[in-house]
């Protein structure tokens, strides 16, 4: 049973481009996670997701970024007109089901270079 | 609003000593209450989780960690340090009674067992 996979595992882009990173949950896992983690800092939730379902994007910042977790095919994390504070490793996190008890699982991240 | 705190950046510990690494929470109802592993340029591994019942809980790896609800901690315990235990833990909590569904994640604490 494949773990959570993430690509690209290293993005680099110049600032106002775009970048796509990709989250495939677990095998049987239907909720998604997306975190943003700042050198030598946690975790922060940017949004939880379910099949065609944005369920909670609190964490997300409301200009340039979007997600999205359709029926067929990966999460997308899409972040537009990058700027250099982007820069960080985005987690893709999947859970079994809904509720609290549930442990997450995360992929190998994907570290966003803004240049 | 939830929170969690981990008050020790970097723990170093002597290879086959008893290793801790302190977690506090603060949440408005019951917690749910995580620890996870970071290895460089790795995603998170889960290590073992507190929902109800004991509060002492084992983990993977050997690892435990005990739940007290009057000190609102959830410190991570290992009786005999491993040099392969070196990596980057953070505690994380979920907050029961608002239901939300994220992980809110510590700043980590970085663990060194010197061989």
């Known amino acids: 049973n494949a773990g959570v996979m993430q690509n690209p595992r290293h993005l680099v882009r110049r600032r106002g481009q775009e970048a796509r990173l990709r989250c495939s949950p677990m095998?049987?896992?239907?909720?998604v996670y997306w975190y943003r983690q700042l050198p030598e800092e946690g975790l922060k939730f940017m949004v939880y997701l379910q099949k065609e379902n944005i369920i909670d994007e609190s964490g997300m910042p409301k200009e340039r970024f979007s997600a999205e977790f359709p029926k067929e095919g990966p999460s997308i994390l899409r972040i537009q007109q990058v700027v250099r504070g982007d820069s960080a490793a985005y987690f893709c996190a999947s859970q079994h089901g809904t509720g609290g008890t549930y442990e997450q699982y995360f992929g190998p991240g994907t570290r966003l270079t803004v240049t | 609003a939830q929170s969690v705190a981990q008050p020790e950046d970097q723990v170093n510990v002597a290879e086959g000593n008893p290793l801790t690494v302190k977690c506090t929470y603060s949440?408005?109802?019951?917690?749910?209450l995580f620890w996870y592993v970071q290895y460089p340029n790795r995603g998170l591994q889960f290590l073992l989780k507190y929902i109800t019942g004991d509060n002492l809980v084992k983990g993977s790896y050997g690892f435990e960690a005990e739940f007290n609800k009057s000190q609102t901690s959830f410190h991570l315990k290992k009786p005999s340090a491993l040099v392969s235990d070196s990596a980057l833990y953070f505690c994380a909590v979920r907050d029961f009674q608002t239901g939300a569904n994220n992980l809110f994640f510590g700043t980590g604490t970085r663990l060194t067992v010197i061989p």
């Open positions: 095998k049987g896992h239907s909720h």
């Open positions: 949440v408005s109802g019951n917690p749910y």
